[in-house]
């Protein structure tokens, strides 16, 4: 659990709303903020949507009348005590006092409701009306009703729909296309009061903003407002008939309040709009902190290709995720206490991390973990290290881990030694962890530590590791502090602090994927759709032209249909070759022995044509002819592959090819759009990155080839979008640096 971090934690700048390419200054259209189309005037981007029809910029729903509405509704409001209307009436009558909001009760059975007037039906209502609460078992009905009157906004609590099965979720489109015709904006159904709590406003510093897809997720987060960390906004989206966790994430990336977003996502509404927003936050350099279930899913599917079968849904969101700064985290309490440092912390000055305590035990430790998590724990100079001995005794470590051996913090020498670790410029982040209490000792250090925060703009994390938590160490002076990140655990703070670098050096350098996504169609999709057979599977020889198309590499190869045929090809492909039987049903060839590699004669060639077909006719399997193939003997063999996500569409999966692709399954997977960089980044995470700079002695393969294929393959899903299913490369062989990459075999699938 989290101590404090409205610690470090005083300011958390950020420029005003970012308008990107393709956006004008937004008018508001049914309570939704667009970017203009115009295509005309200065700055203005002629095109924001891509080559698929997809928008580019995230809609930015204008939800400030729903968050603080001058007009409310409550549909079924009652006063009658027993009843569980009563209590959400009751609850809701104070939060509209709480913002300022005129409550207008709807009920045809009551006069009053807790001594305000109750109006008969929606139609009956004073004023128009920013926001109707539905407290009615069916809010279908009500909708209609609520549009006649222009209402705005809408929450329905009420349950039975999507999450009780196939009636409840037939149900629940009813009530989306209700809505959609409405023009009003709804939260939930099945959702709950969150959104009207009782928000701290004594608090200051940046805030931050939650959604969660269930309440109760919510609460430790909530909580932090207990120690003194600020909350703006509760989001309880529920089934997302209409408003979805992208649409509040879009929202709060723009609020200048907001320093940070929380998230509990259970599943995702629309994975093209989460990538908008996420987009929107990571433009806006908002920290974005998720808690998405499934980590589990097999993720299951019937697929032809290898690529098809070896990732699953949760891979593909977690790669969405990290490709925009979204930071994943698994627990609530990871949550809390990650998305509390990255709303209020500073910018980091460096990226260095010292870590300082009063037990040799304890550093080394805290330091093994840390480094294991991927912190840099820079050795301090030995200028530094000397400076440092003045106070410390010299039998001690003090390169990082720094040990004091416990009694310099109990006198003046405690606060030098924190200063001239927080003065080195390799240094942004001092975390000093304390086991447990220790008084009159730990006292001293809190303090020390408090002190030095005030004095720095580096961030200052302590570790308070005591099961009880009431000591006055750490419940006044540490939680009493502003500057000072105070956690409970070694592995929350490591997560935090690893969350907070990654963060800062990811929107420092970000560009928008979607910036470069390509609006129309190139020359060489229009060839390609020329190829694609659809419901069907192509041949290994059909496939290769659809890469010749976009200008990746094949082998030279000739399609036959004859021995004597195969015999010339040969000799005009050159010695050795590969032949290989070609046809739409054959997905594995090598598992049937319909290939034959390092031929060398030309009766090898004719034998070779003559098994190929034999068997071919044995399994029953047709072909268009056998391929004679030029031999590429040298290389690193690598798989780049295409397959369709039910959420975000067409996804690009690069990984360790040939034989070892379905043993070792070392892939990575990336959501289009993405850049040069990206695709390198995806390289970087494969465990088999080495080989393709070279391992016991051979040479180094052409990094820039096997990218270049990725973002062509990526430009391939993108342009064919639905008329390309699946797209196998396996394997693409890396040859040695300047030399190229070549694709040896090829599967595509049209739905």
């Known amino acids: 659990m989290l101590g404090s971090t409205h610690g470090t934690l005083t300011t958390h700048s950020r420029p005003a709303r970012v308008v990107a390419c393709g956006e004008q200054p937004p008018h508001t259209v049914h309570g939704m903020s667009e970017p203009h189309r115009d295509g005309g005037g200065q700055g203005a981007c002629p095109v924001d949507r891509d080559v698929s029809g997809r928008p580019l910029h995230a809609a930015v729903p204008d939800l400030d009348r729903f968050f603080r509405p001058e007009s409310v509704a409550v549909i079924g409001a009652s006063d009658s005590e027993g009843r569980p ?125 939650l959604i969660t897809q269930s309440g109760h997720q919510g609460r430790p987060v909530f909580s932090l407002q207990e120690l003194g960390i600020r909350l703006s906004h509760w989001a309880p989206t529920g089934n997302e008939a209409d408003l979805e966790t992208a649409d509040f994430l879009s929202y709060f990336a723009t609020r200048p309040e907001v320093g940070a977003i929380a998230a509990y996502v259970e599943g995702l509404k629309d994975g093209r709009s989460f990538l908008l927003a996420a987009d929107r936050a990571a433009r806006n350099k908002v920290p974005v902190v998720a808690v998405k279930v499934g980590r589990t899913e097999t993720g299951a599917r019937t697929a032809a290709s290898h690529t098809g079968k070896l990732t699953g849904a949760d891979e593909v969101v977690d790669a969405a995720m990290r490709q925009f700064g979204v930071i994943r985290v698994d627990g609530l309490d990871e949550l809390q206490d990650t998305a509390a440092l990255l709303a209020r912390a500073r910018k980091p000055t460096a990226e260095g991390v010292a870590v300082y305590s009063i037990s040799g035990g304890t550093g080394a430790h805290f330091s093994d973990l840390a480094t294991a998590a991927g912190l840099r724990l820079p050795t301090l100079g030995a200028a530094k290290q000397a400076e440092l001995h003045q106070w410390i005794p010299e039998y001690l470590h003090v390169a990082n881990p720094v040990d004091n051996g416990g009694h310099p913090v109990g006198d003046w020498r405690g606060r030098k030694i924190l200063d001239a670790i927080l003065a080195d410029p390799a240094i942004g982040v001092l975390i000093c962890p304390i086991t447990g209490p220790f008084p009159p000792m730990s006292d001293k250090l809190a303090q020390d530590l408090v002190d030095a925060a005030e004095q720095t703009d580096k961030l200052v994390c302590v570790v308070w590791g005591s099961p009880v938590g009431t000591e006055d160490a750490y419940r006044r002076t540490l939680l009493g502090s502003s500057r000072v990140a105070t956690f409970r655990t070694f592995a929350n703070c490591i997560t935090a602090v690893r969350a907070y670098l990654d963060h800062h050096r990811f929107v420092d350098g970000y560009r928008s994927p979607f910036d470069d996504a390509p609006r129309v169609l190139s020359p060489s999709a229009r060839k390609a759709q020329a190829l694609m057979r659809p419901g069907q599977q192509l041949s290994e020889h059909a496939a290769k032209q659809l890469l010749r198309a976009y200008g990746i590499r094949v082998p030279r190869e000739q399609l036959v249909t004859s021995a004597a045929a195969a015999v010339r090809a040969a000799s005009l492909v050159g010695y050795p070759v590969v032949m290989k039987a070609s046809g739409p049903q054959l997905a594995h060839k090598t598992e049937l022995g319909l290939v034959k590699v390092q031929l060398t004669s030309a009766s090898q060639v004719r034998d070779a044509y003559r098994e190929l077909t034999d068997i071919a006719r044995y399994e029953d399997v047709p072909l268009d002819g056998v391929l004679v193939c030029q031999m590429i003997e040298r290389g690193v063999e690598m798989v780049v592959g295409v397959t369709r996500d039910s959420l975000f569409g067409p996804t690009v999966t690069v990984g360790l090819g040939g034989v070892l692709v379905e043993v070792l399954r070392d892939v990575v997977v990336g959501v289009p759009p993405f850049g040069e960089d990206q695709a390198r980044a995806m390289l970087d995470e494969l465990r088999g990155r080495a080989l393709l700079d070279g391992v016991r002695g051979a040479p180094p393969a052409d990094l820039d080839a096997l990218v270049e294929t990725v973002l062509r393959v990526q430009r391939m899903a993108l342009e064919l979008g639905d008329e390309l299913a699946e797209l196998d490369i396996n394997p693409l062989v890396v040859l040695p640096r300047g030399q190229g990459a070549v694709a040896l075999d090829a599967l595509a699938v049209c739905p």
């Open 85 to 209: 209307h009563t209590g959400i009436t009751r609850q809701l009558i104070a939060w509209a006092e709480r913002v300022g909001a005129r409550l207008h009760p709807v009920n045809p059975g009551r006069a009053q409701v807790f001594g305000q007037p109750c109006h008969a039906s929606v139609a009956d209502l004073p004023e128009p009306v920013d926001l109707a609460v539905l407290l009615v078992s069916d809010p279908l009905p009500v909708i209609e009703q609520l549009a006649e009157a222009k209402v705005k906004f809408a929450v329905a609590f009420a349950s039975g729909f999507a999450e009780t099965g196939e009636r409840g979720a037939a149900a629940q489109e009813r009530l989306a296309e209700a809505v959609a015709r409405s023009g009003l904006r709804l939260l939930g159904p099945n959702t709950n009061l969150n959104a009207f709590e009782k928000f701290r406003t004594d608090l200051d510093g940046p805030a931050i903003a």
